[in-house]
């Protein structure tokens, strides 16, 4: 029995999938089926039953999912205190980050991180900024970079760093594309394409209309920007993204409203700080 083996546990119950189980761990599906195998003959139970070409959960899956989770996220607390008294930085930091600070902001600062501190293993996850809020609150993320909440949880700590401009776009060939002066309401006769209305983007952008008693014809929602990108491109709407993202495939639309989202880092101040995580912090908020 290794850690190994609970952790191939609680990704194929995320993912639902041994073969997504085997991408994300970066290991052989029959070496993920091994360790399934392994938890089952030490606890003497069923853990998964075939369902079609994929798998099925049992029920003693799911009872033992939450302990299996609190168990590593305390050994991990352990961990994290016994490197907190270490001077030297190393062991594993789990972080977090959006999708587009991922691509568009953090590689620069993620190589000098992983070159000044070689014994440190960075575990990255790919997920929406929502997701990491929450999974930074329940402590599954020991810190994360995502675009900032409208409104900031009062348990959590926060640091902007990034400023990140939102402009209307459309496809150069769109009937708003070249109209001088637009408003708000000149754009409700057209469809959007909006991120989700639970991403924080489409709060701001809601926001705006709300505020003149306005709501866009929502054609279709979609989460990552990048994606949102291509579908107004080929000329299916117009949409908010951030300044960053504008190429030659878009044009800004003339519109003089300031919409700001702030980027940055949220950690949780209650849970114990590794050294690992403190270096990233403090490289972070220098200028």
């Not at 029995?1 to 993912?15: G, R, S």
Request: glycine letters at 4%.
């Amino acid at each position: 029995m290794n850690l190994a083996a609970f952790e191939a546990f609680i990704k194929v119950m995320e993912t639902g999938s041994i073969s997504l189980a085997a991408d994300q761990l970066f290991i052989t599906q029959p070496a993920v089926t091994k360790r399934i195998h392994c938890l089952e003959e030490y606890f003497g139970v069923t853990l998964f039953e075939s369902a079609g070409r994929g798998i099925q959960p049992t029920h003693t899956a799911y009872a033992l999912l939450p302990k299996v989770k609190t168990w590593l996220n305390e050994l991990g607390e352990m961990h994290h205190t016994l490197s907190h008294q270490q001077s030297k930085v190393q062991g594993r930091l789990k972080i977090g980050t959006s999708h587009h600070i991922g691509l568009h902001h953090l590689p620069h600062h993620l190589k000098h991180y992983v070159q000044q501190y070689p014994d440190v293993t960075l575990d990255v996850h790919f997920v929406d900024s929502e997701q990491a809020h929450e999974q930074v609150l329940a402590g599954d993320l020991e810190l994360a970079f995502l675009t900032l909440p409208p409104q900031l949880d009062e348990r959590l700590h926060y640091q902007p760093i990034w400023n990140d401009p939102l402009v209307f776009v459309a496809a150069p060939f769109h009937p708003l594309a070249h109209k001088p002066q637009l408003t708000l309401e000149d754009l409700m006769s057209y469809p959007s394409l909006l991120p989700a209305a639970k991403t924080y983007t489409s709060q701001i952008t809601l926001a705006a209309f709300e505020k003149q008693g306005l709501k866009p014809k929502v054609s279709m929602s979609n989460n990552p920007l990048e994606s949102i990108r291509m579908l107004v491109s080929i000329g299916l709407g117009w949409s908010v993204l951030p300044l960053t993202l504008v190429n030659q495939d878009l044009q800004r639309l003339s519109l003089e409203i300031d919409m700001q989202r702030q980027l940055g880092l949220v950690w949780h101040p209650a849970r114990t700080q590794s050294r690992a995580m403190q270096a990233l912090i403090e490289m972070m908020q220098k200028p």
